[in-house]
């Protein structure tokens, strides 16, 4: 139920990556420049505890659940709407003997009666547990999960001042190149929103179970890490998730970038002329071609303005 893979196969959203930005600070530049690797992180240290870590939303609590669960399957087996039901489950394999008796005797006999009752609530039962157990292989994915986040853009006065140490910091800008096969080329965009996203609903998982309308529980697997809450909407962030085949003590992981990835460098309006070099310095012995942008506080506008730095 729970994706396996080492990392996600490129273009699984079907969007084509653009040009993605890389927020930091001079120390960690030079580490980067130095090694050739990033870190990847653990979401367990995010600053927004709400990012990643959340359990899966199933929108309902147990009695909830249970209740609804319960309407849904009566109303399956009792009515004499046609429902897509896979003959071969075991449980469809019940609902269906229910349904004939029914069918058969015009009404509910109280012994059939009492069969349904039992039947729809072992059902609910077992739809509940299923989504425990599914939280529970979630958190066990969360702490092998590690991620590398990335932005559409490279002039954002707020992240330059989150996590370019006030402006003293650098932007990367890596052009992502799919030939390259890196993980760099499996990033996908946050997508988000005002509420967290539902996993499925027990009406969703109801009509898997019974073979009416299949869950592809893998793509939802994919898919749930890169909902975020709309106030971080204007970080335009991409993300690159992998996940490590078994649990590790330490909280991130490194992971080469190649150099042909790394396209220019964007120096912070108030980084130290030293530390500039150094950069410059490093970059230079990594990719030879990397192209380099100084910015400056824009006159008309709160905003960033960036003109290329000659050597």
Known sequence: MFLTDNYYHRGF?????????????????????????????SPLIFNDPFDFQSELRFGNEKDEFIKIAQNIIT???????????????????????????????????DPVKETIDQVINDFALMGHD????ANENWKIN??????????????????????SECHTGVVFEFDIKEELDTFFSTAVPIIYKSDPPFFITVEQWIE?????????????NREYPYFKSDVWSYEKEWRVWIILPEVEQKE????????????????????NIEERKKIIDSALSFNKNITFYQAEKAIDKYGLNFKEFLL
């Not at 299923?130 to 157990?133: G, L, V």
């Not at 898997?208 to 529980?217: A, E």
Request: hydrophobic share 30%; with cysteine.
């Open 130 to 133: 299923t989504f425990n157990k």
């Open 252 to 271: 991130y992981s490194f992971y080469s970038i190649h150099p042909q990835e790394l396209k220019s460098i964007y120096f912070g309006c108030k980084i």
């Open 142 to 163: 969360l702490s092998k999960s590690r991620v590398f986040c990335l932005s559409e853009v490279n002039d954002s006065i707020l992240m330059w001042s989150h996590y």
């Open 208 to 220: 898997d179970l019974i073979g009416h309308n299949k869950i592809d529980y893998k793509k939802l």
């Open 75 to 109: 109303d399956i087996i009792c009515s004499r709407k046609n429902y897509d039901i896979n003959p071969s489950d075991e449980w469809g394999q019940s609902i269906l003997l229910l349904k004939k008796l029914i069918l058969e005797d015009g009404h509910c006999p």
């Open 13 to 41: 959203m079907n969007q084509k990556i653009p040009k993605l930005y890389k927020y930091t600070s001079s120390d960690t530049a030079i580490k980067i420049l130095k090694s050739g690797n990033v870190k990847y992180s």
